[in-house]
């Protein structure tokens, strides 16, 4: 069998690696012309994403890039400590979730699997997806044709092979908030290293971590009721309208974006339940299939259990639509599961007057509950035995 696999950003090159090690061949085609370098930003890998990154020995070279941040900080605009809990679940080892700049993630998971010698073309952006009897036949922009058994498409929240497939599905939901991202290197903007600190500030949001270097790694959620144009989003001056909605607030938020590059505007978006997962020899995977907010800090976890889940089922199941189906079947729960948790805190984050004021009440209760119940152990101990055979339900 050989897979043909739309995108070389998280799942992608998971997928790839875990295929191989089931035996498929796969291809990565990534509309991109080069590794993505210059994308900003960065992103919590938990617990169970790395956990799924060990099964296929690729665990350490991220972890390497990032910083541990086993622990988050709850703080109100006030400046009150609302309290502490833990960042995901550690491993049996002692392994923490990471924090990583997206680029350095995205630049490990890609060497790590050409140099596993798994072919990645760059520079080639599906427009069509046409079945054949027996095969799949992927089109780009340049002109080109790959010719596959099975298509998995990877390729990301605004996923063209999801339309291909099914015009009708939802497309991306917009949360009511924008996000902002920069790094800053002042000796003014402390805290412990390994520990987020999250404040559910008057008119926004903040979140900070401290790198052992001594960088302050941020981002903030700005709260708007309509998702602004591209072109309000491009021509807007950011900057001055983020320290206004930090003014007041107990802690140094404003201070911090004041000090260097805010990065790129982001309307944070997920993805409603689609119909379907798969049609043909196609298949979605990772934010392709089931985007979530970043605010559970688990979208690439997702696509990294996808992947095994995914060629476990191609390594199993007698041909590619009960492979299909079980996966979904497999990843779906779980999935909607984690969108609704993360739209429920985006929710919090966009909390008007009043609901504000009943949150930072609430939340040392609602904390002191998380803590001490193991309540999310669903969402951080996900472990996929790799040994173990699939069956068909
Ligand atoms: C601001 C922000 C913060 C986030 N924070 C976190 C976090 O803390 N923790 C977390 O787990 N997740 C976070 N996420 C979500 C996480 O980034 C995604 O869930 C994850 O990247 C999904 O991986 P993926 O492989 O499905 O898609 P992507 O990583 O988006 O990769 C898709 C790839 O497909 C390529 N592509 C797209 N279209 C085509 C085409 N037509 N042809 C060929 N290639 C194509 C793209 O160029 C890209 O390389 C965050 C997201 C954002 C926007």
């Known amino acids: 069998m050989k897979a043909l696999i739309i995108g070389c950003g998280i799942g992608g090159p998971v997928t790839a690696m875990a295929l191989q ?10 509309a991109y ?37 086993s622990d988050m900080v709850m703080w109100s605009g006030t400046g009150k400590r609302l309290g502490q809990v833990a960042n ?72 063209r092979t999801r339309r291909i497939v099914d015009p009708a599905a939802p497309g991306p939901r917009y949360s009511g908030l924008i996000s902002f991202g920069g790094v800053v290197r002042d000796p003014a903007f402390t805290g412990t290293p390994g520990v987020y600190n999250l404040v559910f500030g008057k008119k926004a949001f903040f979140g900070y971590t401290v790198a052992a270097s001594g960088e302050t790694w941020w981002f903030a959620n700005l709260p708007m009721a309509r998702e602004p144009s591209r072109e309000t989003l ?14 007041g607030d107990g802690n140094f938020s404003a201070d911090v974006v004041r000090a260097g590059d805010i990065g790129r505007p982001y309307p944070v978006h997920d993805l409603p339940p689609l119909p379907n997962w798969h049609a043909g020899r196609v298949v979605l995977i990772g934010d392709a299939a089931h985007a979530t907010s970043p605010s559970s800090g688990q979208g690439a976890s997702l696509a990294i259990e996808d992947g095994l ?12 639509a009960a492979a299909f189906r079980e996966f979904e079947r497999l990843r779906r ?13 985006s929710n919090s984050k966009a909390a008007g007057p009043v609901a504000r004021v009943f949150r930072d009440l609430m939340m040392p209760l609602f904390l002191k509950k998380t803590a001490s119940s193991d309540n999310l152990t669903w969402m951080y101990r996900y472990h996929i035995d790799w040994d173990s055979p699939m069956a068909a339900a």
């Open 234 to 247: 491009e021509t807007t001056d950011w900057k001055p309208i983020l320290i206004d909605a930090f003014r």
């Open 333 to 345: 729960e779980r999935a909607e599961r984690v969108v609704d948790y993360s739209r429920k805190i």
């Open 21 to 30: 090690r089931a035996g498929i061949d796969a291809e990565i085609y990534e």
């Open 309 to 320: 889940i995914l060629a476990k089922c191609l390594r199993d199941l007698p041909g590619h």
């Open 88 to 159: 995901g679940m550690p491993l049996a080892d002692g392994t923490v979730s990471h924090t990583i700049m997206r680029a350095d993630l995205y630049r490990t998971l890609c060497d790590q699997a050409t140099a596993r010698k798994i072919p990645i073309v760059y520079g080639k952006r599906l427009v069509d997806v046409v079945e054949t009897a027996g095969a799949v036949v992927a089109r780009f922009a340049d002109g080109t044709e790959a010719t596959g058994d099975v298509l998995i498409a990877a390729d990301g929240i605004r996923s």
């Open 33 to 69: 012309t080069g590794t993505a370098d210059t994308i900003g930003s960065f992103l919590n890998i938990a617990s169970n994403g790395l956990d799924a990154l060990r099964t296929l020995g690729a665990h350490r070279e991220v972890m390497a890039a990032g910083i541990p941040t």
